[in-house]
């Protein structure tokens, strides 16, 4: 079993900035990906941001250039700064982790809000 922790949310001012931070504990070696998700009222939930155990990221197109996904899988802990916030990135967002035999989710974060007000 792995647990996330998610902090780090709120109520920013587009233009703004938020960082965001989860923390893994349990059965961590199991894990080779961990992964910002997020989702908006009536919308499915979304793949922002991952980051592997070798380093590389990838990004949703709609916030390449504005965040990124810094963390330590070692350590179990992981980020997401975003800059120049939008009012669409508005949701709630949900740190993931990434089982390394079956390639699927494991286990979600509680998730934490980001409201960006224009």
């Known amino acids: 079993q792995v647990h996330l922790v998610e902090s780090g949310g709120g109520l920013v001012q587009a233009g703004g900035s938020l960082r965001l931070s989860c923390l893994a504990s349990?059965?961590?070696?199991?894990?080779?990906?961990m992964g910002w998700y997020r989702q908006a009222p009536g919308k499915e939930r979304d793949m922002v941001a991952a980051l592997g155990s070798g380093g590389a990221a990838v990004y949703a197109d709609s916030v390449t250039g504005r965040f990124t996904i810094p963390g330590d899988l070692a350590k179990m802990t992981l980020y997401l700064e975003m800059n120049s916030l939008k009012p669409e990135d508005a949701a709630k967002y949900y740190c993931?982790?990434?089982?390394?035999?079956?390639?699927?989710?494991?286990?979600w974060g509680q998730g934490t809000q980001v409201t960006v007000s224009s």
């Open positions: 993931a982790a990434r089982n390394k035999v079956t390639n699927q989710v494991a286990a």
């Open positions: 349990g059965n961590i070696f199991s894990i080779n990906t």
